[in-house]
């Protein structure tokens, strides 16, 4: 089967044959056990490390007062409820301070519901106004929480609404709503509100998958692709791009025998409300990050427009030269702007150095097409992928040698 075929053959069972891979479904064990497989088919030592986690359901959501109904979603990872209560409306964190919303409906609108409040437990950032406002809503004890929120560039795939709070930790159940219709039920302060939310949480278990080869006692280098795809979406370009880019690699460097370890890592919850699998890898690497002499992560980089962007951090000159001359032959790759919002931030924040590939038109990607319904398989160019398994596979080569 030709290089083509195979990158096209492993992105349809990703994206397509697995409908989702969100972080502890069914998929998702569907999607790690494949990679494990495939990798150690071409003479890889892969192990699977565990950790627990959350699947969700939801059935939808009725928000009513008195006759009149409103469109509403159950935010994503939320326990569900039952709930007929008053209803009690806050704009500012001001407002929310002063509430009294215990046992009420408690509908979160204008500067409060801005932008999408950072899981309570996310280990990498976390506001201090978002912490405030997280535990002021826990402290007030609301029955249930309505969040009407407006359109925020900053959300992937322009999702309008968006959901304020994605948290699998938060107990507090909530719904989202537009803006619009949080004017219209905002009019209702303080009548009786009927919201039923048919969510549930599924205790579930996670996999991270690393594949090893070469010589341990040497220094490493580690390549990341995250496996996971958001909830709601078949994830092709994110992050089934970036896997199927790792399974090609497995097979270029299947006759590796140089001097340094390599690891490919099939990383599980970068699109998670906690970052598990990120938080497994550190806590497993405690103490043996310095031997890491590059990282490099690999993220939606089968977009079909537009050419794959790599970029580097940390890397002495002699480093990045050697990588920039490595990637010169591809013309398909170029080198772009750094981001910081991928799995290689685990390198950047111990000074290792790092090289991330995803498309040069990221933005594009992520104010249309990144976390929603529409990034599927026929927006991956297959080629680019096996572009990028190359490229990379020259990188490594030169740094090893």
Same mark, same amino acid.
């Given at each position: 089967?030709?290089?083509?075929? $195979?990158? &096209?053959?492993?992105?349809?069972?990703?994206?397509?044959?697995?409908?989702?891979?969100?972080? &502890?479904?069914p998929?998702?064990?569907?999607?790690?056990?494949f990679?494990?497989?495939?990798? !150690?088919?071409?003479?890889? !030592?892969? *192990?699977?490390?565990?950790?627990?986690?959350?699947?969700?359901?939801?059935?939808?959501?009725d928000?009513?007062v +008195?006759?009149e109904?409103?469109?509403?979603?159950?935010?994503?990872?939320?326990?569900?409820?039952?709930?007929?209560?008053?209803?009690?409306?806050?704009?500012?964190?001001q *407002?929310?301070?002063?509430?009294?919303?215990?046992?009420?409906?408690?509908?979160?609108? +204008? *500067?409060?519901?801005?932008?999408?409040?950072?899981?309570?437990?996310?280990?990498?950032?976390n506001?201090?106004q978002h912490?405030?406002?997280?535990?002021l809503?826990?402290? $007030?004890?609301?029955?249930?929480?309505? !969040?009407?929120?407006?359109?925020d560039?900053?959300?992937?795939?322009?999702?309008?609404?968006?959901?304020?709070?994605?948290?699998?930790?938060? =107990?507090?159940?909530?719904?989202?709503?537009?803006?619009?219709? &949080?004017?219209? %039920?905002?009019?209702?302060?303080?009548?009786?509100?009927?919201? *039923?939310?048919?969510?549930?949480?599924?205790?579930?278990? +996670?996999?991270?998958v690393?594949?090893?080869?070469?010589?341990?006692?040497?220094?490493?280098?580690?390549?990341?692709?995250?496996?996971?795809?958001?909830?709601?979406?078949?994830? !092709?370009?994110?992050?089934?791009? &970036?896997?199927?880019? @790792?399974? @090609?690699?497995?097979?270029?460097?299947?006759?590796?025998?140089?001097?340094?370890?390599?690891? %490919?890592?099939?990383m599980?919850?970068? =699109?998670?409300?906690?970052?598990? /699998?990120?938080?497994?890898?550190?806590?497993?690497? $405690?103490?043996?990050?310095?031997?890491? @002499?590059?990282?490099?992560?690999?993220?939606?980089?089968?977009?079909?427009?537009?050419?794959?962007?790599?970029?580097?951090? =940390?890397?002495?000159?002699?480093?990045?030269a050697?990588?920039?001359?490595?990637?010169?032959?591809?013309?398909?790759?170029?080198?772009?702007?750094?981001?910081?919002?991928?799995?290689? +931030?685990?390198?950047?924040?111990?000074?290792?150095?790092?090289?991330?590939?995803?498309?040069?038109?990221?933005?594009? @990607?992520?104010?249309?097409?990144?976390?929603?319904?529409?990034?599927?398989?026929?927006?991956?160019?297959? /080629?680019?992928?096996?572009?990028?398994?190359?490229?990379?596979?020259?990188?490594?080569?030169?740094?090893?040698?």
């Open positions: 089967m030709s290089w083509l075929k $195979k990158a &096209g053959s492993y992105l349809h069972k990703l994206s397509v044959d697995i409908d989702s891979r969100r972080v &502890g479904s998929g998702n064990r569907q999607a790690t056990d990679f494990a497989r495939t990798v !150690a088919s071409f003479g890889w !030592a892969a *192990e699977s490390t565990a950790f627990d986690c959350v699947d969700w359901s939801q059935e939808g959501v928000l009513a +008195g006759g109904l409103f469109q509403a979603f159950a935010s994503p990872y939320s326990l569900g409820c039952r709930v007929f209560a008053p209803l009690a409306v806050v704009a500012t964190l *407002e929310l301070e002063t509430v009294q919303a215990t046992g009420h409906v408690l509908l979160l609108r +204008g *500067e409060l519901a801005k932008e999408q409040l950072m899981p309570k437990n996310f280990p990498f950032y506001p201090d912490r405030q406002i997280i535990a809503l826990e402290g $007030k004890k609301p029955a249930a929480i309505v !969040a009407a929120t407006s359109r560039v900053q959300m992937v795939g322009s999702m309008y609404p968006f959901p304020l709070i994605e948290d699998g930790d938060f =107990d507090i159940p909530s719904v989202y709503i537009t803006e619009e219709e &949080g004017q219209r %039920l905002a009019g209702h302060a303080g009548q009786e509100v009927w919201l *039923e939310s048919r969510a549930r949480r599924i205790p579930a278990r +996670g996999y991270n690393v594949a090893r080869r070469g010589h341990p006692s040497g220094g490493r280098i580690v390549v990341f692709a995250h496996i996971d795809s958001r909830i709601g979406t078949p994830g !092709a370009n994110d992050n089934a791009s &970036g896997v199927v880019s @790792l399974l @090609l690699l497995a097979e270029l460097l299947a006759d590796y025998a140089g001097g340094l370890s390599l690891e %490919l890592v099939a599980n919850g970068e =699109d998670y409300f906690c970052s598990p /699998g990120e938080q497994l890898w550190l806590a497993q690497n $405690k103490g043996r990050l310095d031997d890491i @002499l590059l990282g490099i992560n690999l993220d939606d980089v089968g977009y079909h427009k537009g050419k794959v962007a790599y970029s580097l951090y =940390d890397c002495p000159p002699e480093l990045a050697a990588v920039r001359q490595a990637l010169a032959s591809y013309p398909g790759l170029v080198e772009g702007e750094p981001w910081y919002q991928g799995d290689h +931030g685990l390198f950047l924040i111990y000074y290792r150095p790092a090289l991330a590939f995803t498309s040069e038109l990221v933005g594009e @990607l992520m104010a249309e097409i990144t976390h929603t319904p529409k990034d599927r398989a026929e927006i991956v160019d297959p /080629g680019r992928l096996v572009t990028v398994a190359r490229g990379v596979r020259d990188a490594v080569k030169v740094v090893a040698s």
